[in-house]
């Protein structure tokens, strides 16, 4: 199932579905969007990013879960991303009450990752073949 797809659902579900915008400071922020074809453009590494100022800015604590992109996955919740830290720094600012959830296919699951003191953890990991429930939240 495609982030794209998800999304879709989301919004048609009648949902409030933010995406991120990576910042030339390193930061993320979140926006609001409507619409897939309207609100948004493919921006770094093919991550779909919302357009400014067609979408509204959204604070973290609006949302109940983060769906987080990644390389690789453990089954500690260590994830391996594209080496910039940008999502390691949103998720250190969004704590831990919101679930951090990740897509990925079963090949990019590994038994251990080394994961180094900033990395954040994720909460599950969603793969073609099982949801791999990493103990934090349910």
């Not at 199932?1 to 579900?13: D, E, N, V």
């Not at 949302?63 to 987080?68: C, E, S």
């Not at 940008?86 to 704590?95: A, H, N, P, S, T």
């Amino acid at each position: 199932m495609s982030t794209p797809f998800l999304i879709q659902h989301a919004l048609r579900s009648g949902k409030k579905v933010g995406l991120p915008l990576s910042l030339q400071n390193g930061q993320i922020e979140t926006y609001f969007i409507r619409s897939l074809e309207e609100d948004v453009k493919e921006g770094s590494f093919g991550i779909l990013e919302p357009i400014i100022p067609k979408t509204s800015k959204a604070s973290q604590s609006s949302f109940d879960f983060f769906v987080i992109p990644g390389i690789a996955f453990d089954l500690a919740g260590n994830r391996m991303g594209w080496g910039q830290g940008y999502f390691d720094r949103y998720l250190e600012r969004i704590g831990t009450s919101q679930v951090k959830l990740a897509l990925a296919y079963e090949i990019q699951i590994c038994d251990a990752l080394c994961p180094e003191p900033h990395d954040q953890r994720i909460d599950i990991v969603v793969t073609e073949k099982r949801v791999i429930r990493l103990g934090v939240k349910s």
